[in-house]
């Protein structure tokens, strides 16, 4: 195994772990694999390790060749320390991940002192910009070696070896090709005080005499792609809809499983229509109705031809959506797709563009003190400056989610993020992806952003939007809100406090210049603003002990109110309170006034040319005097405003918000009053079965609207229940009870269940009561996003905790998600601040304004479990209230089966039937499907059911009868 096997750095011991499950405490280690290079000579160390508990089994699959009886036969962990802490001696070791190795090395073999030195960390400094940095990924991308995700130790370390190799390998040959330019060794050393000692650093120095043909293995592709090969088809475009009839088309390249329906056509014409007459449109399109290939396929062809008459305010197309996770969905997969399948990749132009705090800041990060404290920041700076080094880079929703948490970039995030106000990306001279982005606009076909952007759209000059479709719509309903909201922030208001003195430059320091700038015209009194300040800062405080002193907050969670319909008890409270909020706004103006006073009197209008100190200041000035407005008409009631007080359930802070009413004429002011057409889109526009109530929400009232029938039958391949059992979601019994019913449903169905809650705490509650009920089983719980892949591994028991980001986006087809969860009804209290303004100001009920949202949600939630034709499984409310009314209008709404109120073990004890049913009916489906073609049916049928994520498995046949296999349901059948 390790014939011809070379390594770049010497006196290192490259290890690896395969461990039971993720926590040190409760699973243990079942191997270790290592390779030592000592004076050049490598040596390697393996060992099985029996295991004292249960071992899951997805681990013998995932470790490839791990037999149970040959682990069931190892040593004990005891029997191998002495010979492993020999073998290893005081070398440092070498992990990827190192701080998963720590954990489980000081726990399980605490005589284990070598210093661990991680290669992931490595990699995400020499090539910041990767999206992933598992060993599979980094494998396969950075070497030419092909090999499959299966893992054992000592494979694994030899594969670390590799990676480590090619990544420095790479690092110097680019190093070699910047003539000039410094090494990151010497950057480091000259410019990172505190990374001098950085475990790395020493082997970023090139070996002397090192001889890169040593390592064939190297691939020096820096963002290497499989590329599919597709054929040239000749296409007319100006079929627009009529193309989806074309199957060559869409099955070129072979990756695309593409079925022609009549719908998906009559969806297109209508966005076509829509456009080409310059209108505004409501259309309805159930999931599975292919949505976002409908408008694609329209916006891509109208483009082109409409470049191509040389009709560029029609050539360009913007795409709005509710989440940065579809903005990169379409940017990374779905845009490039249909350009590559109509061929015109070389033709079109398309990109995303998000809000200016998206994006790093090269000024801002290289003036971040916050950085240069520690080693700590010091790695997060080299990093983040390595990213952005060549304009290339800078989207912080792009980083990978391992650095992003292993740098600590929230910590440092408003610190070195670009600067709404300040930045000026026509001055802007720094290689800043920003910039670069918005350069790019004007020669874009598509442009895809989301609907914050929209609602204060600030590149119209660059480019403006002339036909815009707005996919995942349905948030409009309550975003609206905060799109055009105010907000006053005790945290930011004493951030920007701060700058008088502490900014970079400061406030002072600029005046300072500005005034030498022009011969010294006024006296900058520092004294006389840190008064001022400190006059501000001191009547913060007054609210915080004030809010503290009528002990607002009960419980655990941020005390909300609308300020002018509190509560009865807290109304003379808020009397109280106006005073003190008037007493802050009052003694702002002054501080705005002096600083303003000081700028106009240094400087006459005709002197300014651009002063960098002179723009500076005069948005700082802008942002004190809108705080000044704000809290201004915050303390003004009003019918067309919620006035919303929120305090830190720590008292460490507090905000105030002037909600807007009316949103649907800031709608037509703000984000389409220059728009030619806009198509809204979602697969949950109706309310009631209308669209009345979003259209009217909107100002949209006399826009067309159009439905796409439901694509799968609902009523036939779901079951809907409400649990009476559990108990209400305030009652003690609550989370036991529902922890209960989780660990029982993950048991009969082996898991693939998606558990949704309206509020974090609960969720964190519902999760430690299932950690204990889990452990030494089989079942695991999660509750980060990124594990929802993890639902698609039949061999692992599989429960997803979700809060509200769960509700939508979560895509998981097949068998991989069988039975969705929700804690309770997403109802607003009747003290939610929008509602009570609407219900009393607009004389609305609380219904009216409760309904439509709760119905919305719903609908996304129940959603998630149908994704596909094969597709199958239970929704299951677990605390649905008292409201039967309520329950009946949802069972209309979600165009399923009835909703069945029962108990716990009622639906734990027809589970096993159902499943049963939808299982055989699924695979009498396929078997159907495929018998006329008896060739290869084991091939044939375990295809089909790859197809459609299926955990269908033909085994064979035998004495006349197929066995198939679906997890641990094994059915025989007829040959």
């Known amino acids: 195994m390790i014939e011809n096997l070379n390594s770049v750095l010497d006196n290192v011991i490259y290890l690896d772990i395969e461990t039971t499950g993720l926590n040190e405490e409760s699973c243990e280690i079942i191997e270790i694999g290592a390779v030592k290079i000592k004076d050049s000579v490598i040596t390697t160390y393996q060992t099985l390790i029996k295991p004292n508990g249960v071992v899951p089994v997805s681990i013998y699959k995932l470790c490839a060749g791990l037999n149970e009886d040959e682990l069931m036969n190892a040593r004990a962990l005891d029997d191998i320390k002495n010979e492993l802490v020999d073998f290893l001696e005081n070398l440092p070791l070498i992990c990827h991940n190192g701080g998963f190795e720590n954990k489980f090395l000081s726990y399980h073999i605490p005589e284990i002192k070598n210093k661990i030195i991680d290669s992931m960390e490595l990699a995400s400094i020499l090539e910041p910009w990767r999206k992933e940095y598992n060993l599979d990924s980094l494998l396969r991308e950075v070497t030419s070696i092909d090999k499959n995700e299966l893992h054992r130790g000592l494979e694994d370390s030899i594969d670390t070896l590799k990676v480590v190799n090619s990544l420095l390998c790479r690092e110097w040959t680019r190093e070699e090709s910047r003539k000039g330019k410094k090494s990151l060794y010497s950057i480091i050393n000259k410019s990172y005080e505190f990374l001098k000692s950085w475990d790395w650093k020493e082997y970023l120095l090139k070996p002397i005499l090192f001889t890169i043909e040593e390592y064939p ?45 009549e719908d998906q056509k009559n969806f297109s014409k209508n966005i076509r229509e829509n456009i080409e007459e310059n209108t505004r449109m409501f259309i309805e399109a159930p999931t599975g109705s292919g949505k976002t290939f409908a408008y694609l396929l329209i916006a891509v062809t109208k483009a082109y031809l409409n470049q191509k008459n040389k009709k560029q305010d029609d050539a360009s197309y913007f795409i709005s959506t509710n989440t940065k996770e579809l903005q990169n969905q379409l940017i990374d997969k779905d845009i490039p797709m249909i350009l590559k399948k109509l061929g015109l990749e070389d033709k079109l132009n398309y990109g995303a563009m ?88 004007p020669k874009e076909n598509i442009t895809v952003i989301n609907h914050s952007l929209l609602a204060c759209y600030p590149y119209c000059e660059k480019k403006k939007i002339n036909h815009l479709i707005i996919d995942e719509a349905h948030n409009l309903m309550e ?8 907000e006053f922030s005790s945290y930011e208001f004493i951030e920007l406090l701060n700058q008088i003195e502490k900014g970079h430059p400061s406030i002072y320091s600029q005046l300072r210049s500005l005034n030498a700038a022009f011969g010294y015209r006024e006296t900058i009194e520092l004294d006389k ?46 009397k109280v309170l106006s005073s003190q909020i008037s007493n802050l706004k009052e003694c702002i103006y002054p501080l705005y006034k002096m600083i303003n006073d000081y700028v106009k009197n240094i400087t006459l209008e005709d002197e300014i040319t651009g002063d960098r100190d002179y723009k500076n200041l005069s948005d700082y000035i802008k ?50 009053k220059e728009v030619k057409s806009t198509t809204f889109l979602s697969a949950t526009l109706r309310i009631e079965n209308s669209f009345d109530k979003i259209k009217k929400h909107l100002a949209q009232e006399n826009s067309k609207e159009f439905i796409i029938p439901p694509t799968f039958n609902l009523k036939q391949r779901t079951k809907i229940f409400g649990l009476n059992d559990i108990g209400a979601y305030d009652s003690p019994y ?14 009969k169905l082996n898991g693939h269940i998606l558990v949704l809650f309206n509020n974090n705490k609960r969720k964190q509650e519902v999760f430690e009561e299932l950690d204990l009920l889990t452990r030494g089983s089989k079942i695991e719980v999660h509750t980060n996003r990124k594990a929802i892949p993890i639902l ?4 692992r028991i599989v429960i997803i905790l979700g809060g509200k980001g769960f509700f939508e986006g979560i895509d998981v087809a097949g068998e991989g998600l069988t039975c969705v969860m929700l804690d309770k009804l997403p109802n607003h209290s009747i003290e ?91 695979l009498n489906l396929i078997i159907k499907d495929i018998k006329k073609n008896k060739q290869d049916i084991k091939n044939d049928f375990n295809n089909e059911a790859k197809k459609h994520k299926l955990f269908w498995e033909l085994l064979g046949c035998k004495d006349g009868q197929y066995y198939f296999r679906n997890i641990n349901y094994v059915l025989k059948a007829k040959q």
């Open 734 to 747: 609550y989370i036991k009870n529902m922890a209960d019913f989780i660990f029982n449903t993950a048991k």
């Open 529 to 574: 603003l840190k008064h001022l300040v400190e006059d501000i800062n001191t009547n913060i405080a007054i609210l915080l002990n004030e809010f503290r002193r009528m002990g607002l907050i009960e419980g655990t969670y941020n005390f909300t109110t609308e300020f002018f319909l509190p509560k009865e008890e807290l109304q003379e409270s808020m």
């Open 792 to 795: 698609n591994d039949k061999n």
């Open 217 to 261: 293995y190297v691939s020096y592709e820096e963002n290497k792609k499989e590329e599919i090969k597709f054929k040239k088809i000749l296409v007319d475009y100006e079929k627009y809809e009529e193309l989806l009839l074309n199957e060559e088309i869409w099955n070129n390249g072979g990756d695309f499983g593409y079925q022609y329906r």
């Open 354 to 441: 998000k809000g200016k705090r998206n994006y790093i800041c090269i000024d801002r990060l290289n003036k971040c003190d916050a950085l240069i404290e520690s080693k700590e920041g010091n790695l997060s700076q080299l990093f983040l400056r390595r990213l952005c080094e060549d304009g290339k880079y800078g989207d912080i929703e792009n980083i990978s989610y391992w650095a992003y948490n292993h740098f600590e970039i929230d910590k440092y995030l408003n610190e070195i993020n670009c600067d709404n106000e300040a930045c000026n990306l026509d001055r802007c001279i720094k290689p800043c992806y920003l910039r670069k982005r918005y350069n790019e606009l």
């Open 623 to 672: 942002k004190v005097k809108d705080v000044f407005d704000i809290l201004d008409k915050f303390l003004e009631k009003s019918t067309f405003y919620a006035k919303v007080l929120e305090i830190d359930v720590e008292y460490k802070g507090f905000m105030l918000r002037n909600i807007p009413l009316n949103v649907g004429e800031l709608v037509n002011e703000h984000m389409l």
């Open 479 to 486: 975003k609206c809100y905060d799109f055009f909201c105010e």
């Open 832 to 922: 939610y601040p929008i509602l009570k303004a609407v219900t009393n100001y607009q004389n609305k009920r609380y219904q009216d304004v409760n309904y439509p949202q709760l119905c919305i949600k719903l609908k996304q939630i129940y959603g998630r479990l149908i994704r596909s034709t094969l597709d199958y499984g239970y929704f299951i409310i677990l605390d649905p209230g008292k409201n039967y009314n309520t329950i009946r209008n949802i069972e209309r709404d979600l165009g399923g089966p009835e909703i069945q109120i029962t108990g716990c073990n009622m639906v734990l004890d027809v589970m096993d039937d159902d499943y049963n049913f939808w299982k055989k009916y699924n």
